[in-house]
């Protein structure tokens, strides 16, 4: 595969985004975007690389350094599924919900209420 460059740039009224995806050897064309087209190519990206790593295998999480939101909106109800489903609204990514089987929600509650165990400290950053 070839060398790409990749630009992002957002408007000064934060309105719209002009994208160049381009080979590095010749000029890029700038494609203007909205907020609803560009949360459309974020989903579209999104499923494109769900479906490039469907059948590889999990990795843990623990450990690992992940983009944190502090104090994001959230919404949990009952699923469908015997679980819970979880979301919240990432200002990368838009509204994400996760279905959460029984036994996993179980193992959230159980590490949540061993963190409000512990004692308070008056801090925003996330534990």
Do not use: C
């Not at 087209?37 to 999104?46: E, H, N, S, V």
């Not at 949990?76 to 919900?97: E, K, R």
């Not at 590490?111 to 008056?122: F, G, K, Q, R, Y």
Request: glycine share 6%; no cysteine.
């Amino acid at each position: 595969m070839a060398e790409a460059r990749v630009g992002v740039k957002v408007s000064d009224d934060r309105q719209t985004v002009t994208i160049e995806i381009g080979p590095t050897s010749s000029p890029s064309h700038p494609v203007g975007l909205d907020l609803n087209q560009l949360t459309t190519l974020i989903r579209l990206l999104g499923q494109a690389r769900s479906r490039m790593v469907e059948g590889s295998q999990k990795l843990p999480l623990d450990g690992k350094t992940v983009e944190t939101v502090i104090e994001p909106p959230w919404y949990v109800q009952v699923a469908s599924i015997d679980g819970s489903l979880l979301a919240f609204d990432h200002p990368s990514y838009g509204p994400l919900a996760f279905a959460i089987p029984r036994e996993d929600v179980a193992r959230i509650a159980q590490t949540l209420n061993e963190h409000l165990a512990l004692p308070s400290i008056d801090s925003k950053k996330p534990s």
